[in-house]
């Protein structure tokens, strides 16, 4: 019995000794809780304190025992004039009433008061704040006390202001600006156009928004452009311009060329691209004018020679004998293709005898005299005997009459006679 009851006291020692331990071990917990719940408590006042340029609290009906150092030492105002809804009074007139009911309103649901406003400052200076406020909430599920703070964000609100100008302006001047500029977001889908864009595509801001622009492209242009635009969106470069037609209300056309550079974010990524039209309709008319007359030109080119050949023909009898026969008048323009043509056929061919016929010729003058005169010296020069035919009695007087020299040159009555005279130097020379 004795042994009994001695084991039983073991028993009841060991399980005490384990639950103080446990009682120990939970306390050790706690204790480290509290610890960690007191820093985390500390660093959220640091934080607020770093962040907030005002604290503040109240009770927890929400309209009695505000207090705070920061917003009296800020306004000027006393604790006294706080208490109720008397902090207003410091806030500009234009946002009391819309502060004053944020707090209401949250004092009512137990939520969260969210508010900006403008506070004056001791110096008469209003500044803009961002107030929060938060209940805090008991373990029994009310409400022990509000507490928040108040961040200056007068600077931050100035620089939106100065940038949403900054914008405002640029879009202004954009809107105004002579050349047509167009924006998109990242997958190339159109969000602003200014007004000489749609000027010049014919196309309203509204209905260019997206890819509503491409309904106004020619139809002959929309797959290139399309495509092209695609490849620009794809790679973020833009190696040539890309120029196209667009369809204007009226009917007619107009070419523009379009160029886009992309906008990228601070981390390289494209965020849209910007770009421009150049109404480039008067260029490319020009340019189809000058190929529509560069066409002419050498269908007039082609017609002046055909004339040119038809004017100076040169006409083989042999392998060795050449005669040209002319008719009508001999200009100058005409006596030179007459040389040039005479030349290059004697060297073409290696001819030993060239006959210049002028029996159509019906006015010979000094100035013609002259030029036959040139082409039989410069066929000579070439190893050609050079036949003057078709020399008529009055052809003759006139030569006589007009001194012309023909020296070393041989002249026969007719065409007849020319090639006959022709055929003799040949059999000579064999």
Not at 167 to 180: D, H, K, Q, V
Not at 226 to 231: F, I, N, Q
Request: glycine residues 8%.
């Amino acid at each position: 019995m004795d042994l009994e009851t001695t084991d039983s006291n073991a028993d009841e020692m060991s399980a005490l000794r384990e639950r103080i331990a446990s009682l120990e071990a939970r306390v050790a917990e706690l204790e480290r809780e509290r610890h960690e719940f007191r820093m985390s408590a500390e660093q959220s006042q640091a934080l607020v304190a770093a962040v907030a340029k005002i604290s503040w609290s109240t009770n927890a009906d929400g309209t009695s025992g505000l207090a705070s150092v920061e917003w009296c030492a800020f306004t000027g105002q006393t604790v006294d004039e706080l208490q109720g809804v008397g902090w207003v009074d410091a806030l500009h007139p234009e946002d009391r009433a819309r502060a004053a009911t944020a707090w209401l309103n949250a004092v009512g649901t137990c939520g969260i008061f969210n508010v900006e406003f403008r506070l004056r400052s001791r110096d008469g200076v209003y500044h803009q704040f961002w107030s929060i406020g938060v209940p805090h909430v008991l373990e029994d599920g009310s409400i022990g006390k509000w507490v928040g703070c108040c961040v200056d964000v007068n600077e931050q609100r100035q620089m939106e202001r100065a940038l949403r100008r900054s914008e405002e302006r640029s879009r202004s001047i954009t809107m105004r600006l002579p050349l047509a500029v167009f924006e998109t977001d990242a997958e190339g889908r159109i969000t602003f156009v200014n007004d000489t864009w749609s000027t010049v595509t014919g196309v309203p801001a509204r209905e260019a928004s997206g890819e509503g622009w491409i309904r106004a492209v020619h139809p002959d242009d929309v797959s290139h452009v399309v495509e092209r635009w695609l490849e620009i969106v794809k790679t973020g470069e833009q190696k040539h311009t890309i120029d196209f037609r667009f369809r204007l209300p009226d009917g007619s056309l107009r070419w523009v060329s379009g160029r886009a550079v992309p906008m990228r974010s601070a981390d390289g990524a494209i965020e849209g691209f910007i770009g421009t039209l150049i109404d480039i309709n008067d260029r490319q008319q020009a340019e189809e004018l000058l190929r529509e007359t560069m066409s002419q030109k050498e269908i007039i080119d082609a017609q002046r020679q055909r004339l040119a050949d038809l004017s100076t023909p040169l006409i083989p009898i042999t392998d060795r004998i050449l005669t040209m026969p002319l008719v009508g008048a001999l200009d100058p323009e005409r006596a030179e293709q007459v040389l040039t043509t005479l030349l290059d056929g004697v060297s073409r061919t290696g001819a030993a005898v060239a006959i210049l016929d002028i029996t159509g010729v019906a006015v010979v003058d000094t100035q013609v005299a002259s030029a036959l005169l040139r082409a039989a010296q410069a066929a000579r020069l070439l190893g050609a005997e050079v036949i003057l035919s078709g020399i008529r009695a009055e052809v003759a007087q006139t030569l006589v009459g007009l001194g012309a020299e023909f020296g070393g040159l041989v002249t026969t009555g007719s065409l007849k006679t020319g090639i006959d005279r022709a055929m003799k130097s040949v059999s000579r020379l064999r």
